[in-house]
């Protein structure tokens, strides 16, 4: 193997890599880096001459000379998926193989995986026979690679008799935190299917020519098989995650400014009921209208203050002196309008650390549990904040014209009108008021930090970013910073230059995109430009924004499937092939092509590598293998990467087989690199982006590139070499990380394992191409199909950009410093990603480095540079203004625990990668304490030190950072395995604020309260055993998983109807769905149960518990006020206990 194996010395996570050179950007933002090599996206970064020419005569000037051009290469230039091939010739590899193919099979471009020319022969024949004797068509290409036609397989593989190992031991342990799903209702899949006739395939080619747009009878396959068909409409999410995601409209193209009196506003703002799907919980019909928003247009000046509906988040007082009672008494939960009234001081909260039992009790045996003299309705409700906020803020549309605004709570469910900032659904920010200096900064330990969800889903009711299209020339942007023409830029001179607000430089507005401006200094066609009037939008990018000034081909993806033992025996490799007969149909495409311009392509392997030839000229598919698997490559480039469309018939064909082909393999070794390497030389041999799908199930330990050894050890949690446990056992995934992103190819990765199979390793180049890792573990069809199959047609077809960078830029006086998510970077300021799809969000750290000025504030702009699934190339731009100040307490009142706890979960989750895990929640406890002394020093009013006083916004803080340390990575319980710790902190690093919030501090529902003539979800309840009754069922989800709780004297009458059993002992703890029963109850929780699935961006496992059963010990995980069971303390001791360090603070 020829990669290149220098030591990663480097973080390998986010970090900068300095020495990889394959993408460098100097200039893509900042000022231009010395020494480093030229980009490859030529003017994405360089200067842009023609902007320098002056002005044109004024008479022209009204119609812009772009105005109504075609796009100058949106389509007709897109080179088709035949002609990308087209350079390697037909003929040579299509239907017969030639016995010498080899050579001619290597890509003309440069494969730094494949100095040398001549691949060692190695005689691997035998690994051929294992299908079965080859039929006659088989020749061989040469000692390592086999080919063979894979039409009539009726008598393939051998008999498996006298088998020297067992079918592998797939029960599940009772307690797997992740993957429990109680003892075996395994039914064998289609174990009494023979095989598919072969007259089958053989006619299809006739009866089916393969013409787009002809009904195929692929499609009527599913049906005959019940399992694998769409789920019925009933259920309320299957079928809606088909044809409305793929045909979800594309925004409306704005080739230029929009007519005369056009705007480019969304819909009417003054609607106050906006959500109706999915219904908003309880809280929502807040009896406070929101008023008619018509009246602001466009982001107003920049030293607009803020909105006084917005100051309800008053003044942080969250404690004036209120006597000395030692409990704090209950005033809290009742006081009514709380946080509701404008200039209302909020209730006290206060606690005598004095009277309340010291953390250190958390160490004892439950039967010694100290009776809490805090009364835990005193301290502050998570629900309670939802609520209020869903009351005060939820009914009317949160308008962003406002600087520094801050927005709705996460799990508010609220209408967003752009008008000059970005919505919350993009970007969330720590604090919407930041302080001018970093002194103060730093006495306050608030972290600065954005989330940015730069390719988010918006509700229909909102207006997706308009594409903006300047014609050849691109966007125009400033001459030093490179910033975007975006709603802070400030036409000087009459309109002729403008002034960047981000650095101040002035720049020559080129004579195309000259316009007037009116007697206020704003430019006429400010609101027909999305650009000057608009938060988020996008730009057709140029040539110039292409790598190696070339336009982008459509991206490919290719479907990569583990056939080795487990995976063909547990019926996977059947329901995958089943699946994708139907799903690939569902491929993304750009809103007004009739087909998606995605190809495809088919891999299967366990030591070896079979590629797939579906050419649409063949008769049937044609499967060559790689056994030689040390220098992997392509053996076809012809016929491998297809149009679904026209070669429909072929893949068929190939999907019908492959579960027959290895129904009787013996092999149980996998290997993994190879794999990626494969997909990744097959996408630089089409020359484009793409993605693979991964599907593996065991720890790849065959004699290959990137072989693994077995290093679980749980001995080492809680010792200094803990970190290990979350590092990659060797760098080769990471320098196959580093190519895969400079090809653009993003790794999503399926895993089943019934045993380790190293998460932290195999998920690498997953996470740094920016891909996702789904993990089932002790898969079974009967209970994880569902889910499996819900989260694979989601992610086949969810909006996804390819070949991204994105930078951050900033007003001066910050930076962009720090950077957390599934990304790869190169330098320090380009954010990498191979793919970016629409759930993944990155967190990014500010810091200053120099003053803010109160009346200017700051400003972020965020830009990604993607190809979209159509080969497009574009530019997405994100800006938000936020306010300074000089005064902490304004900090402290612009603040957003739930983002701030994002940031701080991320950081912490980075941490452990170098850091015993003890380090990095001792560093998270005293950050929030400092945090809280400093408010409690320099915000809150005087009183005695025995009083805990918290910010009003941060009030939650304590709670949920309590949720964090006691997460399974900083934690964990003795159920909870090596894998699902490195899977949870993969997951965690990528997850958006709702996700994070959910994860931390679960929904927790009771069903038995819900309305069922309503829409409307029960109202939450806090997460602790206490508020739990035993006449109840409840339903808790916290974004994996749904528990459903059941009490051991719920009546009998509520079981049946929900169960469809008639005790509570008959409830089956092995269901993973509810059973399907037609009343008013069992519709109601199911609809519920559906509500939340769509909700979240996977398909969530369904879990029922029953009280005193032993998976309940599993579900009293997730009650997070309690003490858990892994020493995690309980909500009011980790309050006193952050009482304690913030008084030591502070004396
Ligand atoms: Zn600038």
Redesign the pocket.
Known sequence: MSVNQQAHTGPPYGQPQPGYQGYQQPAYGGQPLPGVPQSQYGAYNGPMPGYQQPVPPQGSLRAPPTSGAPPPASGASLPSGHLAYSQYGHGDVQNGIPASAAPMQRPPASQPFLPGSAPTPVSQTSTFQQYGPPPASVQQLSNHMAGMTIGSTTASAPPPAGLGYGPPTSVPPVSGSFSATGSGLYTPYTASQGPPPTSVSQGLPLAQPPFPGQPISTQRLPTQVSGFAPPPSSTGIGPSSYPPTTGAPRPPTMPGPPLPGQTVAGPPTSQPNHVSSPPPPSAMSGPHPGPPMSGLHGPPPPTHPPQPGYQMQQNGSFGQVRGPQPNYGGAYPGTPNYGTQPGAPPPPKRLDPDSIPSPQLNELPPQQKPRHRIDPDAIPSPIQVIEDDRSNRGSEPFVTGVRGQVPPLVTTNFLVKDQGNASPRYIRCTSYNIPCTSDMAKQSQVPLAAVIKPLATLPPEETLPYLVDHGESGPVR?N??K?YMCPFMQFIEGGRRFQ?C??S?VTEVPPHYFQHLDHTGKRVDFYDRPELSLGSYEFLATVDYCKNNKFPSPPAFIFMIDVSYNAVKSGLVRLICEELKSLLDYLPREGNMEESAIRVGFVTYNKVLHFYNVKSSLAQPQMMVVSDVADMFVPLLDGFLVNMNESRTVIASLLDQIPEMFADTRETETVFAPVIQAGLEALKAAECAGKLFIFHTSLPIAEAPGKLKNRDDKKLINTDKEKTLFQPQTSFYNNLAKDCVAQGCCVDLFLFPNQYLDVATLGVVTYQTGGSIYKYAYFQLETDQDRFLNDLRRDVQKEVGFDAVMRVRTSTGIRATDFFGAFYMSNTTDVEMAGLDCDKTITVEFKHDDKLSEDSGALLQCALLYTSCAGQRRLRIHNLSLNCCTQLADLYRNCETDTLINYLAKYAYRGVLGSPVKTVRDALINQCAQILACYRKNCASPSSAGQLILPECMKLLPVYLNCVLKSDVLQPGPEVTTDDRAYIRQLVTSMDVAETNVFFYPRLLPLTKADVDSDSLPAAIRNSEERLSKGDIYLLENGLNIFVWVGVNVQQGLIQNLFGVSSFSQISNTLSTLPVLENPFSKKVRSIVDMLQVQRSRYMKLIIVKQEDKLEMLFKHFLVEDKSLSGGASYVDFLCHMHKEIRQLLS
Request: glycine share 0%; hydrophobic share 25%; proline share 0%.
């Open positions: 400033c030093r910073c910033a960047c981000f650095c430089c």
